[in-house]
């Protein structure tokens, strides 16, 4: 999609992974195609000028794209791939790359990456015509006119928007637009994705400046979503292109560990695979086991982690086996046979990243006596890591969303692949065959970016959280979040903007601030203010992960320059105080549980096992019948009743205080301490106080604690006419909005 990009053999700051990606052992992609060598794009350019061949036949210059997808999907009509041929080399014809090359090269050569993906025949035909429409005199309409609406719709959502039309912004607008077509089509990605590749396989005669900068729109937005998409193969050459360009120095000294641990006369890893194989041969179990090395990204990491690095380090053995259930079975052989480094387990069979990645992972540690200096000094043993996956999670492992065919076409479609046949929808709406969440919320926030800018810088930062969260709703429903998301960025997931009206959380069914950070497989319920009045915080912005609620945040901040200081920082405005109403807290309010003597609740009968001993309630606790209440005697003659399960219960019998027995007599009138948890609001302690007088209950005394951690705390010493009316004041004050928690009072033992 660059008419900019020049001959792969051109020297440059690439030139070096252009050698080392054809020649050296250590390159991942070169190994995994020993069967067909590195395509001559120079010998297909000069195939390309001699034009379409006899009517019928197809061209000779696209033989390597057919034969690399048939090998995929043999029965496919290459009808398509013929039209689409001719016409991309005549609307091309004369055009030339910068380095000389017919322009021809280019969509073949993007056609020819996906075909060795396996991509489907629409997506390669739409691959052929992705530059007509944006370099040539071909239109939409002519595209639709001879291939069909989805054709059309792959071109469309490749094709650049015009710096004329959008000036700086072009580039921004144009990924904006290819996002929102993949969320209808992931194939639009696909298309973009080998292009840029290629692109970047062909930078060397660039200016050092424009290389920079095309590989940093690479790392920070194409390869990010080649890993979202799964299709590895793509992302993990263009970190290594990347790598070239960006860190010269690094990638050469990594080249040359790579070429040093090539040349060794032995190799661990070839002994471990070999190994392997007769442990799992001895078992039965059908299993290929190869050598996959790493890549230079790869292996520049290992280097950072470890330091000096060994022959283990330069590679991974894959094994391959048929079915699911082997899978287990080699884990086990394995494991049993050879010395397992357990904390290096992972099983992402039984939980898929979010990219459609599948496979186990596991390491053995080689014996001690292999890893012996020659000298006989013990050095650390080595460590072989060990992916074990079935044939076809490997494929979905290398191409992702790419090997899925034609995710969305219906079940009865030849040309689907098994996976997206299973899960094509009855009623022909489209399903987007990788798991929705970063897509479906990427594409919410880019709606709501005011700017370009905003838009690009966003999306970047976006791309770079690369671990999901699945959190669920009590209704039984979920959100996916970014790891790292917190319960504002969950709100604003589930209400969007109405989220500016969520007063509070519980996570797990216990009250959290908006500030909580999110775990995997955490339930959220979301409490929404009934003000409204109610408004976001500006401290919220600190809290919000995501782009969808920053965004919205800042939008409506934007809107209301004067707002957002009170929501207010989610506790309302001033908090109330006592002095805001008729019940002032009382000199004995302060009393503590079992100090200061204070008058002893009228009607408050109990009964104690010590004849002509005085009663007193404690404070710390308030107990009213029924509760199960025991005693204890304090200064003066005085018996304090507690309820059992309270704390200061604890710590008495912790100092060896005995108990003694006591029981509720007849009573009318008793006193308790409740403290209500609530979010703040304008009126909220009026409503509260009305809400208990309206139970015929009196307010001895208020407390209203300072806002904190975006709670306010209500603790009011009430005296009930009778003890029975207890659960229906609880109740009518849980019904006060704003008010999540009433409960009774649980003071701390002393010197606890």
């Known amino acids: 999609m660059s008419a900019e990009a020049t001959n792969p053999a051109t020297p440059g700051p690439v030139a070096p992974k252009a050698s080392a990606a054809a020649t050296a052992p250590a390159v991942p992609r070169a190994d995994r195609r020993k069967s067909r060598p590195r395509i001559d794009l120079r010998r297909l350019g000069r195939a390309a000028l001699l034009g379409p061949a006899v009517r019928g036949k197809l061209p000779d210059a696209i033989g390597h794209v057919v034969e690399a997808h048939r090998a995929h999907h043999p029965d496919a009509d290459l009808d398509p791939l013929r039209r689409a041929y001719v016409l991309a080399e005549s609307s091309h014809r004369g055009q030339m790359r910068k380095s000389g090359e017919p322009y021809i090269t280019h969509p073949l050569a993007v056609t020819l990456i996906l075909a060795e993906l396996g991509a489907e025949t629409t997506t390669l035909t739409a691959s052929l015509l992705h530059d007509t429409v944006e370099d040539t005199d071909v239109t939409l309409d002519q595209v639709r006119e001879q291939f069909g609406e989805e054709v059309r719709y792959l071109v469309d959502g490749v094709t650049k928007l015009e710096k004329v039309d959008y000036g700086a912004a072009a580039e921004p607008e144009t990924f904006r637009k290819m996002l929102v077509a993949t969320g209808s089509d992931v194939r639009v990605m696909s298309i973009k994705l080998a292009d840029r590749l290629h692109n970047m396989r062909t930078l060397g005669v660039m200016r050092p400046e424009k290389q920079a900068r095309i590989a940093k729109v690479t790392r920070d937005v194409l390869i990010p979503l080649a890993e979202r998409l799964g299709v590895q193969a793509l992302k993990t050459e263009m970190e290594d292109l990347v790598f070239a360009i960006l860190h010269p120095e690094e990638y050469e000294h990594t080249r040359q560990l790579i070429a040093e641990n090539a040349a060794r006369p032995d190799d661990p890893l070839a002994e471990v695979a070999d190994e392997m194989r007769g442990v799992l041969r001895e078992a039965g179990i059908q299993a290929e086991v190869l050598i996959r090395p790493r890549h230079f990204v790869s292996v520049h990491r290992v280097a950072r982690k470890r330091g000096q690095l060994r022959g283990t380090d330069f590679g991974r053995l894959l094994v391959l086996v048929n079915e699911d259930a082997d899978c287990y079975a080699v884990l086990g052989e394995l494991h049993t046979c050879m010395t397992p480094v357990v904390s290096e387990f992972k099983d992402f069979i039984a939980v898929p990243k979010f990219n459609l990645y599948q496979s186990l992972h596991t390491a053995v540690a080689l014996p001690q006596a292999r890893t012996d200096s020659p000298g006989g000094t013990p050095i650390a043993a080595q460590v072989v890591e060990v992916l074990i996956r079935t044939h076809q999670m490997h494929k979905v492992a290398e191409a992702g969303v790419v090997a899925l065919g034609n995710p969305y076409a219906p079940a009865s479609d030849a040309a689907v692949s098994d996976a997206s046949a299973s899960d094509a929808p009855a009623d022909g709406e489209r399903a987007d065959p990788t798991r929705p969440g970063w897509l479906s919320r990427l594409l919410d926030w880019q709606q709501a970016a005011p700017d370009p800018d905003t838009f690009w810088s966003t999306l970047r930062e976006d791309l770079a959280q690369d ?286």
Request: charged share 20%.
């Open 467 to 752: 671990r999901e969260i699945t959190v669920f709703r009590p209704d039984g429903g979920t959100l996916g979040l970014p790891e790292g998301a917190t319960c504002v960025d969950a709100a604003y997931a589930q209400y969007g903007e109405d989220a500016h009206a969520c007063i509070g959380a519980r996570v797990n069914g216990r009250l959290a601030t908006l500030s909580t950070v999110l775990k995997d497989g955490d339930t959220v319920q979301l409490l929404m203010g009934q003000d409204p009045a109610s408004e976001p915080s500006r401290e919220w912005l600190e809290h919000a992960h995501t782009p969808a609620a920053r965004i919205a945040i800042q939008r409506w901040l934007a809107t209301h320059p004067g707002g957002g200081n009170g929501a207010q920082d989610m506790t309302g405005t001033r908090p109330e105080t006592a002095e805001d109403t008729a019940a002032s807290r009382p000199a004995d309010a302060a009393a503590a549980a079992e100090g200061t003597p204070t008058t002893r609740s009228r009607g408050a009968d109990v009964l104690v096992d010590r004849p002509g001993a005085s009663v007193r309630l404690a404070r710390c606790c308030t107990p009213v019948p029924p509760d199960e209440i025991t005693g204890f005697a304090v200064r003066g003659g005085v018996v304090t009743v507690h309820r059992v399960e309270c704390a200061a219960v604890v710590h008495m019998k912790g100092k060896g205080r005995a108990e003694l027995g006591v029981r509720w007599g007849d009573t009318t009138e008793c006193r308790v301490t409740l403290v209500a948890e609530s979010f703040g609001r304008p009126h909220l302690l009026a409503d509260l106080t009305e809400a208990i007088s309206s139970t015929g209950v009196d307010i001895v005394s208020a407390t209203v604690e300072p806002p904190s951690q975006q709670r306010v705390r209500h603790t009011y010493t009430l005296l009930l006419p009778d003890a029975a009316r207890l659960p229906a004041l609880m109740r009518a004050m849980r019904d006060v909005p704003g008010v999540y928690d009433v409960a009774r009072a649980q003071h701390q033992a002393p010197g606890s």
